[in-house]
């Protein structure tokens, strides 16, 4: 059971880690885009 749980907790922070690295790059992604436009 102590296993599962910890096996859980893993795939969760997982999940997140993955969802945080795609929110920095789209955040990335948009600010360069603004860096881009402005000098323009």
Sequence with gaps: MAN???K???QVKF???IF???L???FAVSL???VE???L
């Design 4 to 6: 599962k749980n910890g």
């Design 8 to 10: 859980e907790s893993l």
């Design 15 to 17: 999940e997140k880690n």
């Design 20 to 22: 945080a690295m795609y």
């Design 24 to 26: 920095a790059m789209a």
């Design 32 to 34: 360069a885009g603004i």
């Design 37 to 39: 436009i402005v000098p």
